[in-house]
Structure formats: structure tokens, C-alpha cells
């Protein structure tokens, strides 16, 4: 039986962190055996905030890739590729943008709400709101529909890009006949991850992630800051694991002495330095396979970019097949469809 496709997406804007690792990461390691898997570097959504800064979305596509590689993605399983290096998507793009209304666009709850949080942090009335920030769902739709994935796994935030992706197929196949693909979100089952400071979501720009590349001094710092149950004020005072940071990573790395921790912290036998302290420990031995993988791929760059040139060489045939439908259909394959 044929393979079910599946597209994801990650913005090289930086390291992996734990967020990524066990909010998406993990669950695409457990589906590179049965699907026929497309995995982007999408450094092309990446330079829609980064125009400005090339560089640092040229060195995190490096950076992410070992990452990806490191956890345990398999190139040899996986298609994973660049973005950019693939102009079809582009040309697909330019293509959906008559699909899609302005008004659509900025109704996108996702696209909203980002144009919200710019307005917010660069105190302006959205001026500086870019065309090509606006239009990363048709671009997004192009990503997929490329590769004719089926199922995209993605976080909850990503649901109305898309649900767009689905009305630019729609739309697409009603006028110029049935090529494209509506593919179906496939929502990963772990839920976001906190921040260290409590906070609801684990991030780079807000200064609570942990990296998988942090060494152990830089992860004892974080964690000794970590957020934990403000009524604790002595070693031995009870306290509830619910509410505190500490604990919730315990729950990640620590699944073995859980039950200990949770009961000795709510009997008051376990000080909130001593449980920190054996969180770093058990993230260091979580890290230890991570750690070697990195080293290696850190050593030998050159392989990091022969697999990438590899899975964007097989991503690429099938994005040339796509678009070769597509312009078929749409009356602008002048030449034979050889571009
Ligand atoms: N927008 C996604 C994010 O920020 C990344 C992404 C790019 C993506 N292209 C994609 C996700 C295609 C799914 C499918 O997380
Ligand atoms: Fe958190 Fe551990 Fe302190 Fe309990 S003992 S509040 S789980 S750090």
C-alpha cells in the first residue's frame, strides 16, 4: 500500500529547544516509518520577519538541521529540505495569490494575531506590516499542496493556515480542475510546552526556553530560576507540585522518581535546591546521546550539507511534478511543460 504523505514546517530563526523537542519534534520521529515524510526548513517564512538579518537565517538552517538530525531524524526515511531551494514553491505562490481575498488574509486568526503582537512590541499602527508578512499562508499553502501532503502535523496555533491551505485548494480545483491535494491537520497529542517562568509557551524571544544544545552550566542557571510554588518558602514547608515549574519538567525527564518527588514535595521532605539540582542532572543524562550527535555533525559540517542537499534534490522532483500539473491546467505550460 502507497504511503500517505506528510508535510511539516519549522522557521530556522534559531536552536531547537525543548518546547520544539517534545511539543512537535518527538511525534515527527514517530511517524518518519510510515509516512512518505517532507520535512522544511522554511527559511523563506523565516526572511517574512528576518529580512533585515540574512545571516542569522542562513547560520539557523545549518544549526537546525544537525539539530533535526541529532534527535534522531532520519535522512534516509526522511525527505528533509530547504525551502528555498525549491522555486516552485514560489511559483505556486504567485499563483494561489489570486485565490485568496486581502480581507481573507487579514481575518486569519494566526496572521492576526502576529500582526497584533508586531503592532504591540514596535509600538506603531501596523505600517510596517509587510505584503510578504500578510502573505505567508499562500506561501504556506504552496509548501504543502508542492509535496501533495495529505496530513500536516502542526500545533493548534498553526489550525487557520491551514484551514486556508484547504480554501485555496478548494477554490483551486473548482476552476481550473482537480490537481491539488486538501490535506488535513494532524494536531500532535503533546500539548504546547510552559516556559521555565510559567509561562504558556516555551520560546526563544521570550527568554524561558531551554536548547537542546544549552550545556549543563547554562541549564543550571535556567533551571535554578525556574518558577516553583511561591508559598514554599522553607526547605521543609509542603508545597504543591501542580503549580511549580520544576515539577513539570521532572515530568518530562524524570517519568522514574516522579511519584517520589511529587510526594515528597507536597510532605515538605524535599527542598526546592535538592529538586532542582536532580532536574539538571536527569536533563544532562537526557541530553547525553543529543550531545554526541551534535559534537559529530559540529565536526563533519560537510555531511549536514550533502543531507540536505540530498533530501531538497528528492523534494524538489516532486514539487516539479506538482507544478507541472498545475500549469498544464491553468493554460501556461507554453513549451511542452519544461518550463
Ligand atoms: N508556520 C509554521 C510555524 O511557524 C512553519 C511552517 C512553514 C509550516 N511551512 C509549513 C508548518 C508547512 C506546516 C506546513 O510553525
Ligand atoms: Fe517544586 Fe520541587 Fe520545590 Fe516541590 S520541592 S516546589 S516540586 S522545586
Request: with cysteine; net charge negative.
Amino acid at each position: 500500500m502507497k504511503k500517505k504523505t506528510i508535510l511539516t514546517g519549522i522557521r530556522p530563526t534559531g536552536n531547537l529547544h525543548f518546547g520544539h523537542l517534545f511539543g512537535a519534534a518527538q511525534n515527527w520521529l514517530s511517524l518518519q516509518d510510515e509516512y512518505d515524510f517532507y520535512l522544511e526548513i522554511a527559511d523563506v517564512q523565516a526572511l517574512t520577519d528576518n529580512f533585515s538579518n540574512p545571516q542569522k537565517v542562513y547560520d539557523s538552517v545549518f544549526e537546525l538541521a544537525s539539530d533535526l538530525l541529532s534527535i534522531g531524524i532520519d535522512p534516509k526515511k526522511v525527505h528533509l529540505f530547504i525551502q528555498s531551494q525549491i522555486p516552485e514553491i514560489a511559483e505556486l505562490t504567485v499563483f494561489y495569490s489570486n485565490l485568496v481575498t486581502m480581507a481573507r488574509l487579514y481575518r486569519n486568526p494566526t496572521v492576526k494575531s502576529e500582526i497584533a503582537q508586531k503592532k504591540a512590541l514596535f509600538g506603531n499602527d501596523g505600517e510596517s506590516v509587510t505584503y510578504g508578512f500578510v502573505g505567508y499562508p499562500v506561501s504556506q499553502a504552496a509548501d504543502i499542496t508542492a509535496f501533495k501532503g495529505e496530513l500536516v502535523p502542526v500545533g493548534e496555533d498553526q489550525l487557520p493556515l491551514i484551514e486556508q491551505c484547504r480554501e485555496i485548494v478548494r477554490k483551486f480545483n473548482s476552476i481550473y480542475g482537480d490537481v491539488l491535494i486538501e490535506p488535513e491537520a494532524f494536531l500532535s497529542k503533546t500539548p504546547r510546552i510552559k516556559g521555565l517562568d510559567g509561562n504558556e509557551k516555551m520560546g526563544k524571544s521570550l527568554g524561558n526556553a531551554i536548547f537542546l544544545v544549552d550545556d549543563d552550566e547554562t541549564i543550571h542557571k535556567k533551571v535554578m530560576s525556574a518558577v516553583t510554588d511561591p508559598q514554599k518558602i522553607k526547605k521543609d514547608d509542603p508545597a504543591n507540585p501542580d503549580i511549580c515549574m520544576v515539577y513539570y519538567y521532572h515530568k518530562l525527564v524524570n517519568q522514574e522518581n516522579l511519584n517520589t518527588v511529587c510526594q515528597e514535595c507536597k510532605a515538605g521532605s524535599r527542598g526546592c535546591v535538592q529538586c532542582k539540582k536532580e532536574l539538571i542532572q536527569k536533563m544532562s543524562e537526557f541530553l547525553h546521546d543529543f550531545r554526541k550527535k551534535k559534537q559529530y555533525y559540529r565536526d563533519h559540517p560537510e555531511e549536514v550539507l550533502a543531507i540536505l542537499e540530498q533530501g531538497t534534490k528528492e523534494a524538489r522532483e516532486k514539487a516539479i511534478e506538482t507544478t507541472k500539473e498545475v500549469k498544464k491546467v491553468m493554460y501556461i505550460d507554453y513549451f511542452g511543460g519544461e518550463n
